[in-house]
């Protein structure tokens, strides 16, 4: 076995080496005698994947592995669900746990190798290494497939097809069916996927009728632009940040009368700003809108429901289990509609749009190729939970084959809500817990227990700052009056633990994610995640990180916070909070990796374009597999800002083409 460096410790791989499972079906195995490799049997092991555990079975006779069967069931669908028989064969032909990683699922992957190793383990009785598998080749890209037209069982038409059913899918069909087109959605998941339900805009009814009485609300829309294109250090289109600015309004407010109208739902204004006695570095926009529940809606309705209804009921189609396979284009290079796979018998499908297509397919957060090879410093800051976008790239990937022009920088949305064990570090590979907590200002220290920046502001500021420190891992450090600083924090958008001032409901309350983290056997204390202690030095100990700097940064700390200035790096007075009261808490903290951001260039009209300028005729797009407006970062201070974007270009696509 190789030696374990302080990385390694870091990292957890004694721990991580623990955490493998290990069972056999012939009982726990002896060493293999002279006469073979193995002794002869069947063994089980299971390690941790992304969204389950990962188990493998393997049979052996006394000098080869003669049967590997792998569950992945419970794997993300589409993804990690889908490579247990290519890895089966990778492991026989091998005759080892030491095989490539399937691209584009790297973490189920190194789950099933890690599992072989521990059922060759037992049947040998010697140690198994692991080498390093890299997942990024240099094309990630590759050639549009060919389909050949005698493949084609199939054949349908339509006049507008919109291409994913998500938070801009549904918007475009129902914008599209309303405006009389006969629509026609597929979408490659079973079922549709569920909107997102922060919605960014300016001007909406619900915030020009709040002026009057905050009218600290009111956005001056010039101030707004230059606030996106300075977060994008410039890497914008400015005239498509001016369609969400101009439009995105009225398509809360069009949206608001359709959801209202069902008596199931009301939108509210998550009206905060902040403390305006005590200005941040970063301004706050009150953009955000939420849909939430009336007491009348029945228990089988959801949001998803309705809009199916509205869909279906002006004549719309919606086909899940369809996957794009390309786009098509005739002669001139317009698209003119798609090749598509259905997912249950494989069959082929063309699919013709007289009108045009719209792509609402998502970006490429869980195609890992992809993400090495654009976003690595990405991969260096996410922990991964199952939550998450499951949009592989296929939508970017089949534009940019039709002509299309990439980004020229990339960009994903991070929230500081994912947490690791005190053995571990963040990383694409290491598997963590959702920790929505992760967002408040809390003292933040590096793995050295020094602080490093200044803790309140746009979340990937503080990722981006997180970065730039060893093993791109950080603690969060607070203390028993935790609840009481989360509510004097002010925070906006969806970070907020309580109420906003006009009233509005918070995303999630306080009270429900202390008990989260802190109650049951599944929570963050239970499972060895948040760590409680009764002085500092404990609790340095148990985050492992060294306890001298750690009491010397909290000494400074307090005294800051005393003097109500950060002398430090310049946090705000009413954020700088003592941790003097025990019991004491930590957490390691890292990236969750919500979504991808850079994707193909779009126009005004939301036409893909192509390096020159030109369009690419009959092909437009929405959401995150666009391009040109968000570069480096989410600025999150506009509340719903990516939503907002995604739905109110999804309608003003659908109402250019439904109109041709």
């Excluded at 005759?95 to 599992?115: N, Y």
């Excluded at 939508?395 to 980004?407: H, N, P, S, V, Y």
């Excluded at 963040?426 to 200002?441: H, L, R, S």
């Excluded at 006009?502 to 995640?529: F, I, Q």
Aim: proline share 3%.
């Amino acid at each position: 076995m190789r030696d374990l460096s302080r990385r390694d410790f870091l990292k957890g791989a004694l721990a991580g080496s623990a955490a493998v499972a290990l069972s056999s079906v012939a009982g726990v195995a002896a060493f293999a005698d002279e006469s073979g490799i193995y002794k002869p049997g069947t063994y089980s092991a299971s390690a941790k994947g992304i969204a389950s555990d990962v188990k493998v079975t393997m049979t052996f006779d006394a000098n080869s592995i003669t049967d590997v069967v792998i569950d992945v069931s419970g794997e993300t669908k589409g993804i990690g669900a889908e490579i247990g028989e290519k890895m089966q064969d990778a492991i026989l032909a091998a005759q080892g746990a030491d095989v490539d990683a399937v691209t584009g699922a790297s973490v189920t992957s190194d789950a099933i190798r890690k599992a072989a190793a521990a059922c060759i383990e037992q049947a040998s009785g010697e140690a198994v290494t692991l080498t390093e598998k890299s997942e990024a080749p240099s094309d990630w890209l590759g050639e549009a497939p060919e389909i050949a037209d005698s493949d084609i069982t199939e054949e349908l038409e339509t006049e507008v097809l919109v291409v994913g059913c998500g938070t801009g899918g549904w918007i475009a069909a129902m914008t599209a069916s309303e405006e009389g087109a006969k629509v026609l959605v597929v979408e490659k998941a079973e079922a549709p996927t569920k909107i997102k339900e922060d919605i960014g805009a300016i001007n909406s009814k619900l915030q020009l009728e709040s002026f009057e009485q905050y009218p600290e609300f009111k956005i001056d829309k010039i101030e707004a632009l230059q606030d996106i294109v300075r977060y994008a250090s410039g890497y914008v289109d400015s005239d498509l940040v001016k369609v969400w600015i101009d439009n995105s309004g009225e398509l809360v407010d069009w949206l608001t009368a359709h959801l209202e109208e069902t008596g199931h739902w009301f939108m509210s204004l998550e009206g905060g700003v902040g403390d305006l006695n005590h200005p941040e570095r970063d301004k706050a926009y009150a953009t955000g809108h939420s849909p939430h529940p009336t007491a009348d809606k029945p228990d089988d309705v959801s949001l998803n429901t309705d809009m199916q209804a509205f869909v279906e009921g002006h004549g719309g189609e919606i086909r899940c289990n369809t996957c794009l396979v390309k786009l098509v284009q005739d002669d001139s290079g317009k698209v003119t509609g798609i090749i598509a796979q259905d997912m249950v018998d494989q069959h082929y499908i063309r699919i013709n749009a007289s009108k045009g297509v719209i792509m609402a397919t998502g970006g490429y957060a869980s195609n890992s190729e992809m993400m090495l090879a654009l976003q690595p410093q990405t991969m260096k800051m996410k922990i991964n939970v199952p939550m998450g976008s499951k949009s592989d790239g296929a939508g970017i990937k089949a534009m940019l084959w039709a002509g299309g022009l990439m980004d020229p920088c990339h960009a994903s949305m991070m929230f500081n809500r994912c947490s690791c064990l005190p053995t571990e570090t963040a990383g694409y590979k290491t598997n963590g817990k959702w920790y929505w907590f992760g967002e408040q200002p809390f003292l933040k220290v590096n793995l050295e227990g020094k602080r490093f920046c200044n803790e309140s502001g746009p979340y990937e500021f503080m990722l981006h700052s997180m970065c730039m420190q060893p093993w791109h891992t950080y603690c969060d450090i607070f203390d028993a009056n935790n609840k009481q600083y989360c509510e004097q924090f002010d925070e906006v958008g969806c970070c907020r633990l309580f109420p906003f001032p006009n009233g509005a409901e918070s995303n999630r309350p306080y009270d429900v994610c202390w008990k989260d983290m802190t109650e049951g056997e599944n929570s963050h204390l239970a499972l060895g995640y948040l760590q409680k202690a009764d002085t500092l030095e404990e609790l340095a100990e148990k985050l492992n990180i060294p306890a001298d700097e750690f009491v010397k940064t909290v000494e400074r700390y307090n005294e800051l916070c005393a003097k109500g200035v950060d002398e430090d790096y310049g946090k705000s007075a009413h954020r700088m909070t003592p941790v003097d009261t025990a019991p004491f808490y930590g957490i390691r903290t890292g990236a969750w990796h919500l979504t991808t951001l850079d994707g193909c260039r779009i126009n005004t009209d939301m036409q893909v374009i192509r390096e020159d300028g030109s369009v690419i005729e009959g092909l437009y797009a929405t959401g995150d597999c666009t391009g040109g407006f968000f570069a480096n970062n989410y600025p999150n201070l506009f509340t719903g800002l990516a939503c907002g974007r995604t739905m109110t270009f999804g309608r003003r696509a659908a109402k250019i083409v439904a109109a041709k």
